[in-house]
DNA sequence: GTCTATAAGCAGATAGAC
DNA sequence: GTCTATCTGCTTATAGAC
């Protein structure tokens, strides 16, 4: 989890990307020392300057990297063809496995946006964001024909994500007050993916008093 | 929103703990720099150190104080005798409630306990956190009495908790992705204790081929 | 208690040898 | 390309006047 699934081709510039990555993506902008990144890539501060400019030149092309990484799958089950049902297994399904292999990614992403927006929109952000429009259609329509209970489509978008993806940021937190050894968690957020299903479909099942 | 509610005493150590929670709040430990913490309090950075000896310090009172609040209204819901059904209403509208006041709470605490997780524990949780036994117990035999559908409890607990939280800390990136004017997510997030009532309630109604 | 001035330390960045 | 040594600037922290 969380290591360099291709691990291209191991010249130093991609050695110090890499751990760059992993220390940025784990503590942030502000919390990140160059010298961290350094040892990681087991070379030294200077080697950073020399293939990245600077501290915030390297970060900008991680955090690239990590957005754009992300975007396309979201994308990709957004915006298919698929029926509501299937669409929205495939969603859950590819986002709780993007996660489960990058898992400081969302509280990457979050804990970023909210300390320096303004840096993230104009850096960072690419210009053409996944539109949910199709599937909010979609949704309407099955509610409108009486196949699945009404609700607020942004609501259960919302509330889908954050089945999703919270878990993921409170894998440290819950840890500690559960005390729940790293094996046992994992094992949970593993059935995760059928339990958002299992909850979803449920409260969508339409009312019989309708 | 996001304001001291009680504003106690206005003495000098007062306003630099208000200015410190303010920023430590929204930037982190790393983010945070004495020189602005100093600027909302109206003095300068000499009489942080006079009143707080160290910005560890000064972050360790601030993040104990943020913690120590949020504590007691988890409990007492989690821990109280009321029905489930009336349970899980008081649980979510207590903490959208609690969220909606402190938006950037649930960001801080998460992100910092991700970079920092050994201080955490140490320095600023307290020995005694809420149990959520009690409640998992009155779940298992509303399960066995066939008055909810199945479900393990701690994936429910979960659902509950991360639908409450999620939306709050994905507020800023919702804005950005959804071009949506701050009123209307406000309008929006309020709109959410309903909606997680509505949504959490649909998915344990019994099954009827059950 | 509150200020100004300054010390001390650290982190990012560069120079220059190899 | 990679290193050591060094500079510069910023941030925390203290000394000392008022």
Excluded: W
């Excluded at 898992?103 to 909210?114: R, S």
């Amino acid at each position: 989890m969380d290591k360099k699934e291709t691990a291209t081709t191991d010249t130093t510039e991609q050695r110090i990307f890499d751990a760059a990555h992993e220390v940025f993506v784990q503590k942030g902008l502000d919390g990140t020392k160059m010298q961290e990144i350094a040892d990681r890539a087991g070379i030294n501060k200077a080697l950073l300057h020399y293939y990245y400019r600077s501290k915030e030149k390297l970060y900008e092309m991680v955090a690239k990297g990590v957005i754009t990484r992300a975007i396309p799958v979201i994308r990709q089950t957004l915006e298919s063809d698929l029926p509501l049902k299937e669409k929205i297994e495939a969603f859950i399904d590819f986002y709780i496995n993007l996660i489960s292999k990058n898992t400081f990614v969302p509280m990457f992403i979050l804990g970023e946006v909210n300390k320096h927006p303004q840096y993230f929109v104009e850096h960072i952000l690419p210009k053409d964001l996944p539109q949910p429009q199709k599937f909010l259609q979609q949704l309407e329509a099955e509610i409108a024909a009486g196949h699945i209970r009404p609700i607020r489509p942004e609501h259960l978008v919302v509330n889908i994500v954050s089945m999703c993806v919270f878990p993921f940021l409170a894998k440290p937190m819950a840890a500690i007050i559960l005390g729940m050894p790293e094996e046992e968690i994992k094992a949970f957020l593993l059935e995760r993916k059928t339990a958002v299903k299992d909850f979803v479909f449920a409260a969508l099942r339409p009312d019989p008093t309708a």
